[in-house]
């Protein structure tokens, strides 16, 4: 595969759903228009007025590139999670938009999504995250499964979905490329659905998915698959040990 750019040309948030607990919700952040999205972000009005943000903590993805990696180190201008993270707070959280969320919040109008937006900081540019692999990592067929297979997939150095579903009993595929998408489904790009479709088309690793399926079985943490860009050193991708202990992952831009 080619070293891919992720393009967000925006954030937007979608998709609420009221939680049972009074005065809170759970949205989709949408990460461009065709890029990724974050699900199960959650927003909670609290006693005192003030809108709490429960960031990426409950989703199935996390960013790879945040600040303990760079303590005793320069840290770049931009890290995704502190980007995102300021972007809410400004516009939804502190800013413009706090109204009608809090209302949305209050149960006293109803909302489905907000436009995308681009943050001022931003200067008109998208956010690039460079991909210079994809892996497949923890690929498992729980035991309360129908025999789906599913693993955590890495974009690379700063991305990674977990629990995506690559096999459904029929097709080794990520479940994005289909006509309906699994309520896990979090990558939208094309050019990686197309690499990890690639990766999903070798006939020793649908052998060990199937098996995975067949067993109700799992993979080790430590055990990756993976597609990459010639040239990248693959030990960065086959990481272990603490999480400072891992490479820090080259930065994103603004282009």
Known sequence: MERIWLK???IQLCDF??????????????MGEKSFVIRAYF???????????????MSRMRFFDVPILHEGKRKPALLLDEFLGKAIHDLYL??????????FLEGKTELKEF????????????????????????MASSMLSDGSVYANIQ??????????????????????SRPVRDHRDAICDERVISAIN?????????????????????????SVYFEKAPGYDEKRIIRKGPLTARPVPRPIRLY
């Open 115 to 138: 436009p995308l937006f681009k943050p001022a900081e931003w200067g008109g540019r998208s956010l690039r995250i460079p991909v210079d692999f994809v892996a497949l990592r923890s």
């Open 8 to 10: 967000v040309e925006g």
């Open 155 to 176: 974009l690379g150095e700063h991305l990674i979905f977990w629990e995506q579903l690559i096999f459904d009993l029929k097709d080794f595929r990520y479940g994005g």
């Open 198 to 222: 690639h990766l999903l088309s070798r006939k020793k690793l649908q052998k060990r998915i199937r098996h995975l399926s067949e067993t109700r079985g799992m993979e080790f943490s430590d």
């Open 17 to 30: 759903q009221r939680d049972t607990k009074k005065n809170a919700a759970w949205a989709t952040v949408k």
């Open 94 to 103: 502190a800013g413009e938009k706090r109204e009608e969320l809090t209302a």
């Open 43 to 57: 927003f909670e009005l609290e006693k005192d007025g003030r809108i709490m943000a429960q960031n990426n903590a």
